[in-house]
């Protein structure tokens, strides 16, 4: 899988249309979407208080 946005760069996968630019924004904004500002996703939390790559995990 590729990390880019989608439209940004070419994707060279072929195995589905999975956004992981987005999914990792969703998780970084605690599921909230930066252009419109609603919680699209489940909470992730805070990243700042992330001690842990587990603690970023959905709660």
Known sequence: METNLS???KEYTDIA???MGAM???ALNDGKSRITGEQVSVHTGDP???KSFDDSSMR
């Open 7 to 9: 439209g940004r760069l």
């Open 17 to 19: 249309d999975i956004n």
């Open 24 to 26: 990792v924004e969703l």
């Open 48 to 50: 700042r208080e992330f």
